[in-house]
């Protein structure tokens, strides 16, 4: 088993007895117990041993005590997807959507959450629950990186055609390399390698040397 997850485990398991305990004496308590508990999980340190780990330890030390704790939190989520993809562990996407809840629960109202948590779903393949996220983004807001999810998650379920009118959206919005990688993509499913080509080169004239 992978040491975040090991951890993870015994994290939620005790985090578990205590709201059922509390849960039996006052619901309210209960409630609130929970919001808290996503940011102790969310907030809880764990081995240091390379750059990435390091990364996600200071987002949480700036989370405690920092100016700028939102930020940091939206920042330990998406450093928490990152680990993920390296590692192939899930437990690091639990962690991402306990930063996520965190953020909902600390800052309502807040869409940085949503779109955390749609990135969550998306990775864990969960397709249409990320769709029904990110139309609820686009329909409060018009944020490049909304209809990126939504785009994401339609053509992962197929829809290559509603898939590319959200593509488009980036694009209309801001063409960068998160756009064009992205319309590359799509028309290699669809079979137009030159066009792929086309939008790769643009995305990376786009991007930084780095």
Known sequence: MNRWTSILTGLLLSLTVVAACERKQNATTATTTTSLDSCTVALARGQEWNDRDRAIARAQQEARTGGQTRDALERLGYLYVARARVNND???????????????????????????KGHVLHQLHRFRDAEQVARALVAKRTVVLDYGLLGDALMEQGRLSEAGEAYQKMLDLKPFYQSYTRAAHLRWLKGDLDGATDAMRLAISSASPR
């Open 90 to 116: 899930a437990g690091d996407y639990t962690l991402a959507d306990m930063a996520a809840t965190c953020i909902a629960t600390s800052y309502p109202g807040d869409t940085a959450a949503l779109l955390l």
